[in-house]
């Protein structure tokens, strides 16, 4: 079976967006009135394909508009309102009627909720029951240094009901903007979005959508910013009938496929001149407009400026470390050149202080109060690692990145807000090796699989755009397992099981150990994947409390055929089997998105079984992927002997919609080649 096709960039299919075009349903609106609900609004229908949706987003609208603050030259504040209402049809849509409105907080500054009202509606006797959001039930909560959110759940939430809430969110961080989701984990009847935007800004507006428009429009006006000067372009977008997204299996988050609007100011000035621009990315985002003022423009270069002399990120770096001098000097002793100086310092972080989990890139606590704590979030302990081993002189610089369940960063669009991780790159002669100092299951080079999703920012003061250095596709997942079973003296086979796992799993081996019961589980796991006629003993790891060595789990099996049948079916596949295909969809609309590539090889030598001969084996097949990827499936037998061997090996970990059913159908061929077996006859 041979799967080819030619290869395909990255990213999922693009609509081109028409500026100040309308397309034939430009009359159509919200299908609601804030806050009149009907007998008649109960009775909506599912879109097509979303029959089975457990919510129903019956209208979602926000309205984006920039003020500047009285007696200032550049201040502005950003408003949102918006008004959203949503149908609950099951119990497993309870989850909506819990809202939780994320806000971002800077020194004194933070965003705020004004003028919320939210309120449940039943249907009672053909009457429509209003049941009001009690005002003491709205909560702030402080999530990180950086972010707080304002949560609330409707009262009075039954199969049946609609919710409706309505909000204007301030914020100060005109930077630091939300995009629009056009599209959610339920379907939408109706999503709309309008924005406002002064001349004086510099800007982009983005969209990544597979969702047609009814309405898409540009207007510009004058005056109304800047006590009547300047003019003032207005963005309209509204789509209807908008399906589900539904999260597929090798997702890193759907977040990043969902369709969108994406408006972020990046600078201003007084006297703009505006230039449009096409910018196509490798992701389904179009850039339809590209502002450029000419005048303060925020990129990275900036946010690495600021990084750097931030309290919480980069000022201690550079300040006088001179207390960690005699520590370094200690740790240090006998290492003979820089690789090996960095080495031990890296391990000394690593396995003598202790991570408190804490999102973000940003510290709470000083270098020094977390050295003497002995413990710190991930970022204070990587940055501390870079602080000592700058302090030794070794070049090492911190790296901030969006992790994949946080989503891409976008290298195009400069945030700040789009980070939530730092780790530290060294480097020594020509070779680079990224570090995480946060988790004792680490090697020395390694990294967490969740830092792998793409762009990076190194932060110092070198003039660069991100790099694309994290991908899962430079990440291959080598594992190898050695079967050999041999006759045994009193019947059966004895054996032994070698298995060698990659770096990836062998940090999950380490973890899944440590945890309560873990030996059990593991065991369990081992024993699961054996046929009944299989047994195993004498479980042995090494290497398990040695991150920077690679791990091998070694067992004794014995395979005893079932005496009382003349016919005994083996699969030779014995260990590491796919048991079934984790692509289950016929379709897909986005990106397969695995953590690493893989080169999986399994070999099992083993002997016929004394008073049986060879009835059938399976056909040695080998299966092709379009890139020269494989499965190599090979059997032979000869004489009393059969040597077996299978090979999985694909190049690249992420995979377009388009190649989604030559994936789906090279698992499925893995799968059922996999579950062959053997026949065994007894001798007459």
């Known amino acids: 079976m041979s799967l080819k096709r030619k290869n395909s960039k990255r990213g999922w299919p693009v609509l081109i967006l028409v500026l100040a075009g309308l397309h034939g349903f430009a009359q159509d609106k919200s299908p609601v009135v804030s806050g009149k609900v009907t007998a008649a609004d109960f009775a909506v229908a599912l879109p097509a394909g979303d029959t089975s949706a457990d919510a129903i987003v019956i209208s979602d609208v926000g309205i984006k508009t920039f003020e500047k603050r009285a007696f200032s030259a550049w201040q502005w504040d950003g408003y949102l309102q918006r008004t959203k209402r949503v149908l609950i049809l099951k119990k497993r849509g309870f989850g909506a009627a819990t809202v939780t409105i994320p806000l971002q907080v800077f020194r004194s500054q933070s965003e705020d909720i004004t003028g919320l009202k939210a309120a449940t509606y039943n249907l009672e006797n053909g009457s429509v029951v209003r049941t009001e959001l009690d005002k003491k039930s709205i909560f702030r909560e402080k999530v990180s240094e950086n972010w707080m959110t304002e949560r609330f759940t409707f009262p009075a939430v039954r199969e049946g009901s609609i919710i409706e809430y309505t909000y204007t969110q301030t914020s100060p961080f005109v930077f630091n903007d939300h995009p629009w989701l056009i599209q959610n984990i339920y379907p939408c009847l109706w999503s709309e979005f309008k924005t406002s935007i002064p001349s004086e800004f510099s800007y982009s507006v983005g969209r990544q959508s597979t969702v047609p428009f009814c309405i898409e429009t540009t207007a510009v006006s004058s005056g109304g910013y800047d006590q009547g000067n300047g003019d003032v372009k207005t963005y309209h977008w509204a789509a209807k009938d908008v399906p589900a997204m539904k999260e597929e299996p090798f997702t890193s988050t759907v977040n990043n496929y969902l369709a969108r609007i994406d408006v972020r100011i990046s600078g201003f000035e007084t006297k703009a ?70 080495r031990k310092i890296y391990a000394y972080v690593r396995d003598n202080f202790a991570c408190n989990t804490h999102p973000g890139y940003l510290m709470s606590n000083t270098l020094k109060s977390v050295y003497k704590a002995r413990n710190g979030s991930e970022a204070e302990l990587n940055l501390l690692l870079i602080a000592m081993l700058v302090r030794e002189k070794l070049h090492a610089v911190p790296v901030v990145l969006s992790t994949r369940s946080n989503g891409f960063l976008n290298e195009l669009m400069p945030q700040g807000s789009a980070l939530n991780y730092v780790v530290c790159k060294f480097r020594s002669g020509t070779k680079s090796f990224y570090l995480d100092a946060s988790d004792r299951d680490l090697g020395f080079g ?41 006759n045994a003296d009193k019947g059966g086979l004895d054996g032994t099981v070698q298995s060698y796992p990659g770096i990836a799993e062998a940090m999950e081996i380490r973890k899944k150990l440590k945890a309560p019961e873990g030996e059990k589980k593991f065991r369990e796991q081992i024993r699961s994947g054996l046929t009944p006629e299989e047994t195993f003993s004498d479980l042995e790891i090494d290497s398990l409390m040695m991150p920077d060595e690679p791990i091998a789990v070694s067992f004794n099996c014995r395979l005893t055929p079932d005496t009382a049948s003349d016919i005994f079916y083996f699969t030779p596949t014995m260990t590491d089997r796919l048991t079934e295909n984790p692509f289950k969809s016929d ?33 040695s097949e080998k299966i092709m992927l379009n890139d020269g990827g494989f499965f ?17 090996r694909l190049l690249r970990a992420n995979y377009e919609p388009q190649e989604y059913p030559l994936l789906r159908a090279f698992f499925a061929a893995i799968v059922r080649k996999e579950s062959e077996q053997i026949v065994f006859k007894k001798k007459k």
């Open 273 to 342: 001149v505006a230039i449009a621009r096409d910018v196509p990315t490798n992701r389904n985002v179009t850039y339809i407009e590209d502002i450029r003022a000419g005048g303060v423009l925020f990129s990275w270069v900036q946010l690495d400026r600021q990084l750097l002399n931030n309290d919480h990120f980069g000022a201690d770096l550079t300040s006088n470390n001179s207390w960690l001098d005699k520590d370094i000097k200690d740790v240090t002793a006998g290492a003979g050149d820089d690789l090996t100086k960095a």
């Open 446 to 486: 390694q990294l967490p699989l969740e830092c792998y999703n793409g762009y990076d920012v190194m932060v110092d003061t070198t003039e660069r755009f991100p790099e694309n250095a994290l991908s899962a596709d430079s990440l291959t997942e080598k594992k190898k397992v050695v079967v050999y079973l041999g």
């Open 587 to 619: 379709l897909r609309t986005y990106p397969v998105e695995m953590p690493y590539a893989r080169d999986a090889n399994y070999i099992l030598t083993m002997d016929v079984p004394n008073g049986y001969v060879v009835e059938e084996v399976p056909k």
């Open 632 to 648: 190599e499936y090979i059997l032979s037998h000869d004489g009393d002997q059969i040597n077996f061997r299978t090979r999985i």
